[in-house]
């Protein structure tokens, strides 16, 4: 191509000169955005999360900060399976791929087992009382059958070999022994009080 008609093309077509131009500029504005979003993102640069399960939480700091993560304590339960203080579950897990400069959620097993008031279950039926214990959390249950003319029926309660007081706070893992009754006795006319028709009432 002709030298004297390639420069003189700006002058002959100004317009269409200036939009090349911009078109020019705008392909290399874009193209330094994109650099830049590689260069302070570390696009494609990537670290493994270490597995923090059962360390306990002095253990997990040392891991995270070796690897340029922070870690934040979020939650706690309660759980024999690990020691006191000692990290249970994470967020994100491990073996993860993930950026640098993260945070890793904790959660960690408590130095003692979660208390919850413990509820009013005497002359409930030993099914619905159950249900209740349960709700709350209790697992531990075990019951006695004794001798009592209401059958199903909830007649007592003890914790650690005495009797539960309604109302009071008690750790979920504490055993349970409710005493149900075994039914089939006949109850004296003499000896039935207003207690007794009461509990007679529920169960009908």
């Keep these: ?6 420069l003189g093309f700006p002058k002959r077509h ?14 290399a504005l874009v193209y330094a955005v994109l650099l830049s979003i590689d260069v302070f993102t570390d696009h494609g640069e990537y670290v493994v999360v270490p597995d923090l399960k059962g360390k306990s939480l ?41 950026k640098a400069n993260r945070t890793i959620y904790l959660t960690i097993n408590a130095f003692m087992p979660r208390k919850v008031s413990f509820p009013r ?20 249950i075990k019951v006695d059958t004794v001798s009592s003319p ?4 909830i007649i007592n309660v003890k914790v650690d070999g005495r009797t539960a007081v309604a109302g009071e706070r008690l750790p979920l893992l504490i055993p349970i022994n409710l005493s149900v009754g ?23």
Excluded: H, W
Aim: proline share 2%.
């Design 150 to 153: 209401y059958k199903d029926l």
């Design 58 to 98: 002095n253990e997990a700091e040392l891991d995270v900060r070796a690897v340029g993560f922070k870690c934040e304590i979020t939650d706690s339960t309660y759980n024999d399976n690990f020691d006191r203080g000692a990290i249970v579950d994470q967020e994100p897990k491990a073996n993860s791929k993930v």
């Design 121 to 140: 279950v005497v002359d409930m039926s030993c099914r619905q009382g159950r249900a209740v214990l349960e709700g709350l959390g209790f697992k531990n």
């Design 182 to 204: 075994s039914g089939g006795e006949e109850v004296k006319a003499d000896s039935i009080g207003v207690d007794s028709l009461f509990v007679e009432a529920k169960i009908q």
């Design 14 to 27: 100004p317009i269409l000169f200036n939009l090349m131009l911009i078109g020019l500029s705008f392909l």
């Design 1 to 6: 191509m002709d030298k004297t008609k390639l």
